[in-house]
T-cell receptor
Framework: AQKVTQAQTEISVVEKEDVTLDCVYE???????LFWYKQPPSGELVFLIR??????QNEISGRYSWNFQKSTSSFNFTITASQVVDSAVYFC???????????FGKGTHLIIQP | KAGVTQTPRYLIKTRGQQVTLSCSPI?????VSWYQQTPGQGLQFLFE???????NKGNFPGRFSGRQFSNSRSEMNVSTLELGDSALYLC??????????FGSGTRLTVV
């Protein structure tokens, strides 16, 4: 069975601080995909990134960066110089190599205070 | 291009009734999947359709069903509603089965 754990239920920081959201996953598949989604209060899940299990390169997109480490089964997400608009619930998700749907973590509620 | 459209946005139903939710995927996307989001269980996979065929189903009772039409639009149906079915139902469309674009969801309240 697949599992995604986001141990941080809620994080609150002051604007301009850096913040890292943790994600640990479990899967027996050798080919799998990892995702991060952002869910603002409107409810829509906004896609942020997808990585496959064979690509361990870290990625940076503006203020966002992701650290994928297969050795620790982690796919952590860092926001640099956080802004109030970053406030949302962030979900990490896993998809195995088969036709299964996405397995989501419970989400981390990120609060950026001005 | 238009995103994923889910209708209605909000719905209130009574226990025992049935409900049908609709999802129109992004043009050209043939895969549609459904998820249920509740405060207790989080986001859970319901089922996925590709070219009118159900490819996989999550761990939900038979009261939850779906279908996909030839134009890739999908509907999901929940029969004999229970209070615990109150949730945000999200639909996602995909071109390649790997990249998912989600709609804004239908918030169902069962009273």
């Amino acid at each position: 069975a697949q599992k995604v754990t986001q141990a941080q239920t809620e994080i609150s920081v002051v604007e301009k601080e850096d913040v890292t959201l943790d994600c640990v996953y479990e899967t027996r598949d050798t080919t799998y995909y990892l995702f991060w989604y952002k869910q603002p209060p409107s409810g829509e899940l906004v896609f942020l990134i997808r990585r496959n299990s064979f690509d361990e390169q870290n990625e940076i997109s503006g203020r966002y960066s992701w650290n994928f480490q297969k050795s620790t089964s982690s796919f952590n997400f860092t926001i640099t110089a956080s802004q109030v608009v970053d406030s949302a619930v962030y979900f990490c998700a896993l998809k195995g190599g088969g036709a299964d749907g996405l397995t989501f973590g419970k989400g981390t509620h990120l609060i950026i205070q001005p | 291009k238009a995103g994923v459209t889910q209708t209605p946005r909000y719905l209130i139903k009574t226990r025992g009734q049935q409900v049908t939710l609709s999802c129109s995927p992004i043009s050209g996307h043939r895969s549609v999947s459904w998820y249920q989001q509740t405060p207790g269980q989080g986001l859970q996979f319901l089922f996925e359709y590709f070219s009118e065929t159900q490819r996989n189903k999550g761990n939900f009772p038979g009261r939850f069903s779906g279908r996909q039409f030839s134009n890739s639009r999908s509907e999901m149906n929940v029969s004999t509603l229970e209070l615990g079915d109150s949730a945000l139902y999200l639909c996602a469309s995909s071109l390649d089965g790997l990249g998912y674009t989600f709609g804004s969801g239908t918030r169902l309240t069962v009273v």
